[in-house]
């Protein structure tokens, strides 16, 4: 398992990075921004408060915003070109560079040690993870719950062959769970807090001591290779927007659920789960790095996505502002 580390300067090690496009090409002309989210965290308190916005209205930039449910859907938009920049968790970026998606590596979020469960209802048989064996289980393929039941399976002796998998987002999966149609449900914050509310629920394991996770902040290939100081710019204003909520986690909870719609007490939970940090935002680091090309290996191992990935050749680093 890959264990926690400490987080960087944003910039560090863009030595390291790829070629930034020369001072010829880099014109940075587009005209508009288009982002990628999903309810919650920083991206929800800077679209509440129009700090990218106001970032970017000097360029004559407009900005504008689609919400997804899941990483692999924002990634597929945007590898298409249908947005330009969005972020999720570790896995779905597999999935979309497997898939020849043009998109890039453009900064990493650390995330929390118990952001993510699996989720049995309260009178069920399953008491371990061992249990898990001939159940149904649901889970997001390609998403971040996919490497956490891996990880959680393995760390059972057992393999995915050993269970009956559903590929089920959370707007099927909340309902199949609450109607018994599934055993056991793996799935992340804000869903993770709100089905754990009910008291028919227990948290079967979180992620903490099987497997470490981070978030990763994307942008399309031509639009980052086209506009390099726009990307830099949001990045650095979202690092800002979320250092700021980190030092207020009450006031910045109820900022969030007035944007997401989440109660402020499952957004609270949400903040403050172990190693949460809104404004951690760093670059790609050599360790970072290697950390999600252990993962990408261990996907092509099993099969689970079509060829090998070499990370290193898809991370990008913005120029210094």
């Known amino acids: 398992m890959l264990t926690r580390r400490q987080t960087f300067p944003l910039f560090a090690g863009a030595a390291a990075a790829l070629a930034l496009p020369s001072a010829a090409r880099a014109q940075d002309s587009a005209t508009e921004f288009r982002i990628g989210w999903q309810k919650g965290g920083t991206f929800a308190l800077a679209k509440t408060s129009g700090a990218i916005e106001a970032r970017l209205a000097p360029r004559g930039i407009t900005v504008t915003w689609a919400e997804f449910t899941s990483g692999p859907p924002l990634l597929e938009a945007l590898g298409a070109h249908a947005i330009d920049f969005g972020s999720t968790g570790d896995v779905p970026p597999l999935f979309a560079h497997a898939a020849g998606g043009d998109l890039v590596y453009v900064a990493a979020t650390p995330g929390s040690l118990d952001g993510s469960a699996i989720l049995v209802k309260q009178d069920s048989p399953i008491q371990s993870l061992a249990d898990l064996k001939g159940k149904r289980v649901a889970f997001k393929r ?75 902040l994307q942008a399309n290939g031509a639009y980052a290779r086209d506009n390099p100081t726009i990307v830099a710019e949001v990045i650095d204003e979202l690092k800002k927007v979320g250092a700021a909520a980190q030092s207020d986690l009450d006031a910045t909870a109820e900022t969030i659920s007035a944007s997401t719609g989440v109660p402020v007490p499952i957004t609270r939970i949400t903040l403050g789960r172990k190693g949460a940090d809104l404004g951690a935002i760093q670059s790609l680091d050599e360790e970072v790095i290697a950390y999600q090309q252990a993962l990408a290996d261990t996907f092509f191992a099993e099969k689970i996505i079509p060829r090998q990935l070499t990370i290193s050749d898809i991370v990008w680093y913005p120029p210094a502002l």
């Open 142 to 216: 390609g998403s971040s719950s996919h490497n956490f039941i891996l990880a959680a399976l393995r760390s059972a002796d057992l393999t995915l062959a050993d269970i009956t998998p559903l590929d089920l987002g959370p707007p099927d999966a909340a309902p199949a769970f609450a109607n018994n149609q599934i055993d056991a449900w793996v799935i992340w914050d804000p869903y993770y807090a709100i089905a754990a509310q009910d008291p028919e629920t227990r948290v079967l394991t979180t992620t903490e001591g099987i497997v470490d996770s981070w978030g990763f």
